[in-house]
């Protein structure tokens, strides 16, 4: 299941399936990645990362740092799970890269960087709590979560380009199944813990 696509597609997908909620992680899952590369930077490089380093101009820097380190992780991890989608997002990610340890070099910026990573993450709680009435998947599966997350961002808006429809449609139907055997075990659960409360009232009398 791990290296499944489709079926970690639909596992983050059950999550989020209100329209108001893919909207919100559409902005903010980027956000939060960025933002988590720029705090990457403030940690001391280990002395397995070979000290690589250059400047494009004043807003692209590459620095071989755990920020590059974990960017070849979540690269190589998509590949192995889709590989024309990961293709397609590498210049986008290797661009944030290079924001981010820019960013990181400026006066103050990591006051900022927090902030609006915190107010990133709250939007998607609000977004889980209001709009999808369910929550995160990060509380089943933090760190499966925690990586597909960009994955999800990016393959949903190659789908709105048109990419590979069939595939969409095949996940669409997966993700419908999985949420209607979520809700079923959830309500199986609740009449079991209300036959459970029932049971005790009755032996308390």
Same mark, same amino acid.
């Given at each position: ?56 101009? !004043? ?72 709009? +999808? ?6 509380? !089943? ?24 429809? +069939? ?10 199944? +999985? ?8 309500? !199986? ?6 036959? !459970?409360? +029932? ?7």
């Amino acid at each position: 299941m791990l290296f499944d696509v489709r079926k970690q597609l639909t596992f983050y997908g059950a999550y989020h399936n209100n329209p108001t909620n893919v909207r919100i992680h559409l902005t903010c899952v980027p956000i939060i990645l960025w933002t988590y590369m720029v705090m990457l930077q403030y940690l001391p490089r280990p002395s397995f990362i070979p000290p690589i380093e250059y400047k494009f101009n !004043d807003y692209l820097e590459f620095q071989f740092n755990w920020a590059t380190f974990i960017w070849i992780f979540y690269i190589v991890y998509y590949h192995i799970l889709e590989p024309v989608a990961a293709f397609l997002y590498v210049p986008q990610f290797f661009l944030s890269l290079l924001t981010a340890i820019s960013v990181s070099h400026r006066p103050e910026a990591l006051r900022y960087v927090i902030a609006l990573h915190i107010a990133a993450w709250l939007a998607q709680f609000v977004g889980h709590g209001v709009a +999808e009435k369910r929550a995160p998947a990060l509380l !089943d599966n933090i760190v499966g979560a925690l990586v597909l997350a960009p994955f999800f961002v990016h393959v949903e808006l190659l789908f709105r380009l048109g990419y590979r429809p +069939e595939f969409q449609k095949a996940l669409h139907n997966d993700i419908g199944q +999985e949420i209607a055997r979520i809700k079923k075990a959830e309500g !199986d659960k609740k009449r079991a813990d209300e036959l !459970d409360e +029932e049971l005790k009232e009755e032996q308390e009398l």
